[in-house]
Every structure is written in C-alpha cells, then in structure tokens.
C-alpha cells in the first residue's frame, strides 16, 4: 500500500517564501509521475507541479512558473515543493499525488485523474 504524508504548510506574508515536503512510499522502479494539487475554497483541485523521477522532466502551471520548484530526493523518496514570492492566489490545500508504477508524466501530467494515490493534504495560507 501506498502511503503519501505532505508538511510544511503554513502562514506567510505576501512575497514569502515556504518549502512543501511529501514522504511517499517507494516503488520499486522510477517510472511514474508524481505531482503537487492544490485547492481553494470552492474552486476544483488544480495541477500545481509534476516531476518524472525516472528521467528527471518536471512540469509547471503557468501561474506559478519562476516561482516554484518541485523536486525529489530519491534516496529518501521525498518530494519538496519550494515556492517563493508567493501571493494570496496561492492560498490552498496542498496535495502531492502519485500514479501508478510503470507511467510517466508527459503532456498529461495534470491530469487528476492519472494520479492514484494521495496525500492527505497541507494548509497554506498567503496574507497580503
């Protein structure tokens, strides 16, 4: 069974800077995508940023390229979101979400539905 846990989450003033973390249980192979949601109060779960652990890709959502950066430790099967100069618009949950082994990201990598495990979910909050 696969188990993701996200922390970091927090409060940040407008222009602050936080880091995400999400432990994922490992497969036993690098071919699979994983990837940050997020979602605001009465809006749809929405692809923040994926990464393609078997050939290093990663992929962002326009709103938040040049401001955020997705990586992976795969010695710790860790999963980082670092996002900087952030903006009351990235007030969310966050989630990290995995597809299934044997996968890859590519042009659909924000798909929800291509992911199947997921995390519980962690808080931000950006006040201007």
């Known amino acids: 069974q696969v188990h993701l846990m996200e922390s970091g989450g927090g409060s940040v003033q407008a222009g602050g800077s936080l880091r995400l973390s999400c432990a994922a249980s490992?497969?036993?192979?690098?071919?699979?995508?994983m990837a940050w949601f997020r979602q605001a109060p009465g809006k749809e779960r929405e692809a923040v940023a994926g990464i393609y652990p078997g050939g290093g890709s990663t992929y962002y959502a326009d709103s938040v390229k040049g401001r955020f950066t997705i990586s992976q430790d795969n010695a710790s099967n860790t999963l980082y979101l670092r996002m900087s100069n952030l903006k009351p618009e990235d007030t969310a949950v966050y989630y990290c979400a995995k597809t299934p082994p044997s996968s890859i990201c590519g042009g659909t990598w924000y798909a929800r539905l291509r992911y199947l495990h997921w995390g519980q979910g962690t808080q931000v909050t950006v006040s201007s």
């Open positions: 490992p497969y036993t192979d690098s071919h699979y995508c």
